[in-house]
């Protein structure tokens, strides 16, 4: 029963780093998507993929990329860390793109310093 | 573009006080609203969708398009209600849901 999971919880990056964040999905949904949520915010779009094998950018996709390596998972990299992605991040999944129901992951807060 | 405002940051009410979280929206097309709530440490779900015109853990939301508002009303606050709350937009046409800043509801003793 373990829906949306997301790897790591936490993590601490210096400026320049790289880093991965994975994220898997075990309901056999078609869509996955990484937000952002900052305070005063809320949660902002990175990056989805509305099914396998494509990718498509959100409404802050800088200095983020993105891979569905198959249909279970869905990672997010930051190639040169910034102190602007100190975060935390959601991945999401939901059976088809844009479907009313949205199952999210426990997140990741990342500290960039 | 489609935009969701969530105007109150923070909601402290009295258990037992009525609640009433706000929400407005932009967009051209037609919408369809949700309300998130995230518990302390728990994820992010669900509460409830404007389409279902359903009542979850006695909440409600009613879509007035005149006024573009999806507001979320309890009539009577429980202390298990104190969570995040997070309003959202999904546009036709299948896009990704849209959410606002959010707002705390802190319900006292």
New interface residues.
Partial sequence: NAG?TQTPKFQVLKTGQSMTLQCAQDMNHNSM?W?RQDP??????IY?S?SEGTTDK?EVPNGYNVSRLNKREFSLRLESAAPSQTSVY?C?SSE????????????TRLTVV | AQR?T?PE?LLSVFKGAPVELKCNYSYSGSP?L?WYVQYSR?????LL?H?SRESIKGFTADLNKGETSFHLKKPFAQEEDSAMY?CAL?GT??????????TRLQVQP
């Fill in positions: 949306v998507y937000y005063g915010m809320g949660l902002r779009l989805y509305a959100g959601f999401a088809v793109f844009g479907e009313l129901k949205a199952f999210f992951g426990q997140g | 969701v969530q940051k369809e949700f728990q994820r992010l779900q669900l969708r389409i997070y999904s046409g299948r896009r990704a849901l849209t959410f606002g800043s959010g």
